[in-house]
């Protein structure tokens, strides 16, 4: 809590004020995503917060130990649908080390590319949620302009925009298509641009940036033990990023850095946490730049798939793969049949929404908002 | 129709009002004025109605980022008057788009019976359809129709901003079809 | 008093579990990963000195899977110096599903002993608030235990 705030706090104790519960219900243009926040306010200020999730829960670990193992993947794509190739990308990695093969070096780098380009075009879409809470419609155009760019580099690589059902198990679906890299080059070239008109409207109004320096602090004590991931965590001092620090698929190969804010200090306010999104759209950005290039010298006939075995053998295993929301994992328990025994997702919003209680403690309510846009929801991975 | 007695209307009882304007409504119905008035103004109503349809503020699940995109500069859907409002009671129609649990459902409900009439119900996706892929869930309800009853089906899975845009335009033919019918609001 | 490592090799955590546990069981090493097996007795205590002397200060996921005869309790645990992460697993037989609760070692871990219960069925023992939190409230019934069936598994 910042330290202007505690004269206030301490005047609101000696006056003998009620606390209310303020139900921010399921239907608010705010919330994003279907979840109720029950607030509990002392005047302006929130003393206690109580997320009440599992609107959208539809027991999606249950129904895939009905199906097969290739079926799957469209399932995998609506968990969270704004970044559906990245879990579909995680699901085909814990199946691939369940069944102990190794893709292709093509496919290795295409999902790269593949994932960045969900990484941003998730990150635009929370942009554009951030400027609708703080009130600016503006940012809210110019970011879902931005994201149509990249939702069509996804049609071109595989026909669908959103939920794409592109990685396989063994290798993605199709190889890149033609003029596939002048296309993405173009894309990431033009976003570097266009995205600086975006950020001056955000970092040049004092209202903006305002609303979300020295509020809501986070320590990385806090951090690390309440389970807050993602970018939410690295503006909060914790140095870790799973693609850089437990590689996955070829990214060891790729030369790119993490933002992280705050390691001295190790408390973050909102600001930071906003901050480190907007990094790492450009870090992305230089990361697919890499591995188009890579791409490009495996040559056209390299293979991008390979034929797997339908039953994967009896065992535990689990992949770990970093969402444009946090870590998530799949965990795979089999039993030898072409269908999962028990497969665990673990969604990173499902924690970072626990942890709203110590975010939003000592907020103005006006502020809850711009407080919980910085977690970034998306409540079908929270409640499967 | 005792008109005579208008200006005392402010000074009326609540029963005495309820009492005098029945008597002015049931006057209307039986001489067929309020039929040949419905008739004149429907094209009015119409024209008002379907070019400014505006949907609650309300995702629930994967369509509900092609409804934000079909509001985005590409697809622009504000063309069509579709602005979206936050509360029900400023709405006319409810765009469910996603798949309906059974912690939703009383909810879905209350926000339907918020709504004002003349309402319309649009389901966008395959699960607000028929319940989509979640065919075997414990805990979604097999299609929206089974709660409140549905005026328009965009399929797609998710539906594209394009084809959204297409099921509100079919909207709009509904809604004109239904004023110009000429007999509305019978209650 | 035992050693405190903040970044454990792979090597160093298997000695440093089976040093001070003779109990625990290593079932696989992997580059990075750590694969144990312990019996619920010493479950609270594993895990205290996982994240005090071992530096786990993350807990990514507790979860379980059901084997009809008995439920294995699965501990996803995470170190943030060095990547690795150790899978720990607990058996719960099945007349007698109680496990002693972590959240008071990761504060991360209470949404999913509250999932896990309200899934499973397994009580928590000493959890804050062990209440339904995805399904409603009024769902008497644990669906993803193996006896639950979906309509299409009938």
Known sequence: ?384 | MDMSLYPHAVAMSADEFMTWSDAIINDLLSTGTKKTVDKLTGPIWAWGMKNSMHPLHWGLACCALEMAAASAPRYDAERYGMIYRSSPRQTDILLVNGWISKKIRPDLRRLYEMIPNPKWVVAMGECAISGGPWYDSYNCIQGLDQIVPVDVYIPGCPARPDAMIDGFMLLQKKIEDYFRRGNFMED | MAEVYQSPSVDEIKQALTSNFPDVEIISTEERRVKAKCPREISHDVCQFIHDNLTFEHCSVVTAVDYVDHLMVVYLLANYYNGVMIDLNVDVPDDDLHIACVTDIWQGANWHERETWELFGIVFDNHPRLERLLTPQNYEFFPFRKSYKMRSQE
């Open chain 1, 1 to 384: 809590m910042a330290d202007s705030l505690v004269p206030v706090l301490e005047a609101q104790e000696r006056m003998d004020t009620d606390k209310m519960w303020v139900i921010w219900g399921p239907q608010h243009p705010f919330s994003h995503g279907l979840w109720t926040l029950k607030l509990q306010i002392d005047g302006e200020f929130c003393t206690d917060a109580d997320p009440i999730v599992g609107y959208l829960h539809r027991g999606w670990e249950k129904e895939t130990e009905n199906r097969d193992y290739a079926r799957i993947i469209p399932m995998t794509d609506r968990l969270c649908y704004c970044a559906s190739m990245t879990y579909s990308h995680l699901y085909c990695m814990t199946v691939e080390k369940a069944l102990g093969i190794d893709i292709p070096e093509k496919a290795k780098y295409i999902r790269i590319v593949a994932d960045e380009v969900c990484r941003i075009q998730s990150h635009l879409m929370w942009l554009a949620a951030v400027g609708t809470d703080m009130g600016n419609l503006t940012v809210f155009l110019w970011s879902m302009r931005e994201r149509e760019y990249f939702l069509d580099l996804n049609v071109k690589l595989c026909g669908a925009r959103m939920t794409t059902n592109y990685p396989r198990i063994g290798g993605v679906r199709n190889d890149t298509t033609e003029l596939f890299d002048r296309d993405i080059l173009r894309t990431v070239d033009r976003f570097e641009k266009a995205m600086w008109d975006i950020i001056y409207l955000i970092d040049d109004s004092s209202v903006f940036v305002s609303r979300m320096r020295n509020i809501s602090f986070l320590t990385r004590e806090q951090c690390a033990n309440m389970g807050l991931t993602g970018p939410a965590m690295r503006g909060c001092g914790v140095d870790f990023d799973i693609r850089r620090d437990d590689p996955y698929d070829n990214y060891d190969k790729i030369d790119f850095e993490v933002p992280v804010l705050n390691k001295d200090t190790k408390v973050g306010d909102t600001y930071d946490r906003y901050m480190i999104r907007i990094e790492e759209m450009f870090q992305s950005c230089d990361i697919i730049r890499q591995a188009v290039k890579k791409i490009q010298a495996l040559g056209k006939n390299a293979p991008y798939r390979i034929k797997t075995p339908t039953k994967v053998p009896a065992g535990t295993t689990f992949g770990r793969l970093e969402d444009p929301r946090g870590e998530s994992i799949m965990y795979l328990a089999s039993d030898g049949t072409d269908k999962p025994y028990r497969l665990k997702v673990r969604s990173p919003i499902f924690t970072n929404v626990s942890c709203s209680k110590a975010m939003c403690k000592g907020v103005r309510i006006a502020d809850v908002p711009a407080v919980l846009a910085q977690i970034d929801m998306c409540l079908g991975e929270t409640d499967r």
